[in-house]
């Protein structure tokens, strides 16, 4: 359950992915949210 008023109709993703795919997201994302 995702919290707040129409959550129903918010617009969310889930992707299965390999592992090897999320750890090379998660890199990707840990850099650019620390080189801003």
Known sequence: EIC???HGF???V???V???D???W???KINFDFNI
Do not use: D, R, W
Request: charged content about 15%.
């Open 4 to 6: 707040g008023v129409n």
């Open 22 to 24: 999320y750890l090379t």
């Open 14 to 16: 889930v992707e299965a």
């Open 10 to 12: 918010m617009p969310i």
């Open 26 to 28: 998660l890199k990707n």
């Open 18 to 20: 390999s592992l090897e």
